[in-house]
């Protein structure tokens, strides 16, 4: 990963900020069972879930308009990880999706 790219830059920027905690947890649903919940968990603590939200900005950014299956062929990420951590990034505003009927979803840079 290049440290010289404007939007990491503009990201990791200035002072930090609090960030409400629902928005930086990995995802677990309700129904999951508790190994599910134990291995979101350890995915935020071990910085695991940093690094690859970070690899999918660094994707995107170097192949907008792509696919998730598309990406995978692209980086380190396969396509099950890109699935969960592309919707993220949306939700935290980094990236944008857009589809046409059927076809796969792309993703964007905001």
């Not at 999951?32 to 919940?37: I, Y």
């Not at 350890?42 to 879930?49: D, M, N, Q, T, Y």
Request: glycine letters at 6%.
């Amino acid at each position: 990963m290049s440290a010289s790219l404007p939007l990491f830059d503009s990201i990791f920027a200035g002072q930090p900020v609090a960030i409400p905690r629902q928005q930086l947890e990995a995802a677990s649903r309700k129904t999951d069972p508790e190994s599910s919940r134990r291995a979101a968990r350890e995915i935020e603590r071990s910085g695991v879930l940093k690094g690859q939200r970070l690899l999918c900005l660094e994707l995107v950014q170097k192949y907008p308009g792509r696919s998730s299956k598309e990406l995978s062929t692209l980086g380190s990420l396969d396509r099950y990880q890109l699935a969960r951590r592309l919707p993220e990034l949306v939700k935290l505003n980094h990236l944008r999706v857009t589809q046409d009927g059927v076809e796969d979803q792309r993703w964007w840079l905001k």
